[in-house]
């Protein structure tokens, strides 16, 4: 076989592959952007009709459904993580002015738009039967398009040396949407110094 074939064989399989791995990634950005709006869709039905939602009954009649940023995968940011080789607590103030013990489980190291980002990663100390890491956060955008009292990240306890954090899933607390709640407030380490535009936007009824 001539070589000049060989190479048009080549070219076609190598630009073959390329239409397949092209093809590949849209159904997988296509599938986790889809994953993310069920759950979405399905957080506006427990809203309206669950009997434990935070919403008032009043709220529930109005209630038409929450509002997020579109999905966007480069607020789904892989972080260094550093675990805390000590048991350290810290005290984080609640809305209602209380205080609660979180374990300071480690810190995690990531760039977003650009800059360079540290946040502490906690561990809540009062649940028995639940194992999760969280992070509550502030970003540019809180008190202007998302809740002032910041927004929270919830992962799995399963890490290594790396930590993916994905911001699509930042959700706002219960008092967003009722005051007799009680939250948490971020520590004031863990203000990530650029618009986090993904997630869950501030809450308004009928918007």
């Given at each position: 076989m001539?070589?000049?074939?060989?190479f048009?064989?080549f070219?076609?399989?190598?630009f073959?592959g390329?239409?397949?791995?092209?093809?590949?990634?849209?159904?997988?950005?296509?599938?986790y952007?889809?994953n993310?709006?069920?759950?979405r869709e399905?957080?506006n039905?427990?809203?309206k009709?669950?009997?434990?939602?935070?919403l008032l009954p009043?709220?529930k009649?109005?209630?038409?459904e929450?509002e997020?940023y579109?999905?966007d995968k480069n607020?789904?940011v892989?972080a260094?993580?550093?675990?805390n080789p000590?048991?350290?607590?810290?005290r984080?103030?609640?809305?209602d002015?209380?205080?609660?013990?979180?374990?300071?489980?480690?810190?995690?190291?990531?760039q977003?738009?650009?800059?360079d980002?540290q946040?502490?990663?906690?561990?809540?100390?009062?649940?028995?039967d639940e194992?999760?890491?969280?992070?509550?956060f502030y970003d540019e955008?809180?008190?202007?398009?998302?809740?002032g009292?910041?927004?929270?990240?919830?992962m799995?306890?399963?890490v290594?040396?790396?930590?993916?954090?994905d911001?699509?899933l930042?959700?706002n607390?219960?008092?967003?949407?009722n005051?007799?709640?009680?939250?948490?407030?971020?520590?004031?380490?863990?203000?990530?110094?650029?618009p986090?535009?993904?997630g869950?936007k501030?809450f308004?009824?009928?918007h």
């Open positions: 001539k070589a000049s074939k060989l048009l064989i070219i076609a399989l190598a073959a390329i239409i397949i791995y092209s093809f590949s990634n849209v159904k997988i950005e296509d599938t952007a889809s993310i709006q069920e759950e399905n957080k039905n427990e809203f009709n669950a009997e434990d939602s935070p009043n709220q009649i109005k209630f038409q929450l997020y579109p999905v607020y789904k892989k260094q993580f550093e675990l000590i048991r350290e607590t810290i984080l103030s609640y809305t002015g209380s205080e609660k013990l979180y374990l300071k489980y480690g810190t995690a190291y990531f977003l738009n650009g800059k980002q946040v502490t990663v906690l561990k809540p100390t009062f649940f028995e194992e999760y890491l969280f992070l509550p955008t809180s008190a202007l398009e998302t809740y009292g910041g927004r929270y990240i919830d799995d306890t399963d290594g040396k790396t930590l993916t954090i911001f699509n930042a959700y607390p219960y008092c967003a949407y005051a007799d709640y009680k939250c948490p407030l971020p520590p004031k380490e863990n203000k990530i110094t650029v986090v535009n993904a869950e501030l308004q009824l009928n």
